[in-house]
């Protein structure tokens, strides 16, 4: 039976078909009118809301107009052009984005820019002394830790730090301070290996 039935017997003249349809278009008024919601709640600050930084990124110091809500990660690659940060899980879970800020190793996809301001914020770009690879670099070189190099800003830095810290006395104790640093090619030996060469043969500066 196409049509509805009413109290008294008679056909009510709606059909499944048309109650669907309606019950669609009511679900696609109330997505589109979600979607204006959101949009609207997106919306770029007030100009007055503009905040003034100067981090001192690789040893000089960088005054630059930020939106409060950048991440630092966003402010060095798309604002600075220092890209050897990459932009790996945006979460915090892979350890691609790692640069050290005040000598300490961060995930710059959850840190602030703002809370750059005034510190010393150190890149893949700032490890080496012009020509010359930092000791970590070239033994990453040496021990072929890395194959796509995606990855590998992020674990140099995070090895640099992990051997400042005092973290690299054991193979164990490097594989458990390195652990937020992925890999998907899976070049951890070469990184441990590279790691234990810097520290056997005191290069680390």
Known sequence: MDGIEGSDGAL???????ALGSTAAIASSLMLLDGEVEAASVKAPPSDMALDI?????GRAT????DPRTSLLDLLRERLGLT????????????ACTVHVDGRRVASCLTLAAKSDGR??????????GDRLHPM???????DALQCGYCTPGQIMAAVACVR??????????????????????????????????VAKGRQA
């Open 165 to 198: 810290e005092g973290n690299a006395a054991t193979r164990p104790s490097i594989r458990e301070y390195m652990s937020g640093n992925l890999c998907r090619c899976g070049a951890y030996v070469g990184i441990v290996a590279a790691i234990e060469d810097v």
């Open 12 to 18: 009510s003249g709606v059909t499944r078909r048309t």
């Open 84 to 95: 050897g940060a990459k932009k790996g899980c945006d979460h915090g879970q892979c350890g």
């Open 54 to 58: 100067v981090p001192v990124v690789n």
């Open 120 to 129: 010393q914020v150190t890149t893949i770009e700032g490890l080496a002394d």
């Open 63 to 66: 005054p630059v107009t930020i």
């Open 137 to 143: 670099q070239q033994a990453f070189i040496d021990h």
